[in-house]
Nanobody, 114 residues
């Protein structure tokens, strides 16, 4: 069974940066569009960005210019570089395919607060 393991979250001040990682077990990674999603407290899970196996990227409109998604196909890992973080970016961040067809991992908590 494919497993998703997210890491890299933490507490950061407004304007700070974080880099999230997600390791995906199994051979599905190299042929899948991989994406990041996030769920803020009391809200549903929202799409953040995706990256195709060849490296094409797409972002939620509100996040363009601050977040960068990338992948390393040799390490079955997808990354999310987050810059100029805002309090409204506080959420649990998850990776999955796009569309999301795998069992969700535990996610990684990102808290933006002074």
């Amino acid at each position: 069974q494919v497993q998703l393991v997210e890491s890299g979250g933490g507490l950061v001040q407004p304007g700070g940066s974080l880099r999230l990682s997600c390791v995906v077990s199994g051979s599905i990674f190299n042929t899948s569009i991989m994406a990041w999603y996030r769920q803020a407290p009391g809200k549903g899970r929202d799409f953040v960005a995706f990256v195709s196996p060849g490296g094409d990227t797409y972002y939620a409109d509100s996040l363009k210019g601050r977040f960068t998604i990338s992948r390393d196909n040799t390490k079955n890992t997808v990354f999310l570089q987050m810059n100029s973080l805002k309090p409204e970016d506080t959420a649990v961040y998850y990776c999955n395919t796009r569309p999301a067809i795998l069992a969700w991992g535990r996610g990684t908590q990102v808290t933006v607060s002074s």
